[in-house]
């Protein structure tokens, strides 16, 4: 092979089944296309490493377009470096943070922000994966007590991890009352598409605009191989990125190849494509179990998530046919997750597997 050349020649071999769906998580599905020629383009040539190559300093613009001319974009290479990063930035030493029970970062990344960044979590049981300013109140306090963790940041998830969608109210009324108590509000975003998806606005509607400070954006579930990123959305509140992302072992040196799968996802309306096909997926799911008997949607299906209870012998069989997980493992409560790139005829199938196990209870 002669390097620099379009040669695409390799020695590695495929080692999977291409027809395979898993309704696990939407981090099972590949590559977007248009997001791998975007990783071809950039390929190629030297850049400046660490970041300061010419397609880190374009996505700059492209955030701005999103976020406001504030924005500033820290790219990074996964959602718990993300959410690490962009908390380590709101809070002193001794800071808490206030968010649902059900939060990402409470369980779901193996006590990392304890652990890298040593960050107190207070955590408040939620119904449905949201917090209120009523909830938050439940934590915040005791300032100025020594003996007590600081509650000094607010985190809330969208869409949330239950599947549900703050809308711009909502996030309208956490942030002014965050703020009013001296609170920062952190976002995190994994499925931050799958939310302007179903709201119909502007990521800035209900981030910028709404009083978020910092956010943490996700692509990695919406097409991209690799790479999230740090937005600070109020730079006079949220400082030392740069520091803290090298400090957290997040500083990609091959940056480019991250940067410009954001562009891909965000120069045009790929991110509104994939997070909206995945969301009418998840609906198509909904509408196919619902007249299945034995089989109850448990929670409202507002992105690209299904939560439903059947019997457990029923989801034992299926997780043989089909990857997902047990949500709760006592009440028997399954998540099935939709992706870019699922299909409705994967969805079809997979609601008829549901129907012919539950047809042999």
Not at 147 to 160: E, F, M
Not at 169 to 197: F, P, Q, T, W, Y
Not at 209 to 225: E, F, H, Q, R
Not at 309 to 334: A, C, D
Request: proline share 3%; hydrophobic share 45%; net charge negative.
């Amino acid at each position: 092979m002669t390097i620099g050349t379009d040669d695409t020649r390799t020695d590695a071999v495929r080692h999977h089944d291409t027809t395979v769906r898993g309704f696990a998580s939407d981090n099972y599905a590949g590559i977007h296309p248009e997001v791998l020629a975007a990783i071809a383009l950039a390929n190629g040539g030297h850049q400046v490493a660490y970041g300061e190559d010419d397609y880190t300093a374009h996505l700059q613009q492209v955030f701005r377009r999103h976020f406001g001319d504030r924005a500033e974009a820290y790219p990074v290479f996964n959602g718990t470096g993300a959410n690490v990063v962009a908390l380590q930035s709101l809070l002193p030493r001794w800071g808490a943070v206030v968010a649902a029970e059900s939060a990402h970062i409470n369980v779901d990344e193996c006590g990392a922000p304890e652990k890298i960044a040593g960050i107190k979590i207070l955590t408040v049981p939620t119904p449905d994966g949201k917090l209120t300013p009523e909830l938050i109140d439940q934590q915040a306090w005791g300032w100025d007590d020594e003996h007590r963790a600081q509650p000094l940041a607010v985190s809330l998830t969208q869409s949330t991890e239950l599947g549900t969608v703050y809308t711009v109210d909502e996030v309208k009324a956490i942030c002014d009352h965050a703020h009013e108590h001296g609170m920062l509000v952190h976002m995190d975003g994994s499925r931050l598409a799958n939310a302007a998806a179903t709201l119909g606005v502007p990521f800035r509607d209900f981030t910028t605009d709404a009083g978020v400070d910092v956010l943490s954006y996700g692509g990695t579930k919406n097409g991209l191989m690799l790479g999230e990123v740090v937005v600070v959305l109020n730079p006079e509140r949220v400082r030392n990125l740069k520091f803290l992302r090298k400090m957290s072992m997040q500083l990609a040196s091959k940056m480019r190849f991250v940067s410009v799968q954001f562009e891909a996802l965000l120069a045009g309306d790929l991110y509104l494509r994939n997070a909206g096909h995945a969301n009418a997926m998840a609906k198509r799911l909904e509408q196919a179990v619902t007249g299945i008997d034995g089989v109850t949607v448990v929670r409202p299906v507002q992105a690209n998530a299904v939560f439903a209870i059947l019997p457990r012998e029923v989801s034992e069989r299926l997780q043989k046919r089909y990857r997902f997980y047990f949500w709760n493992e006592h009440t028997g409560e399954v998540r099935w997750m939709a992706s870019f790139d699922t299909s409705e005829a994967d969805i079809d199938a997979f609601a008829a597997a549901i129907a012919e196990e539950m047809g042999r209870v």
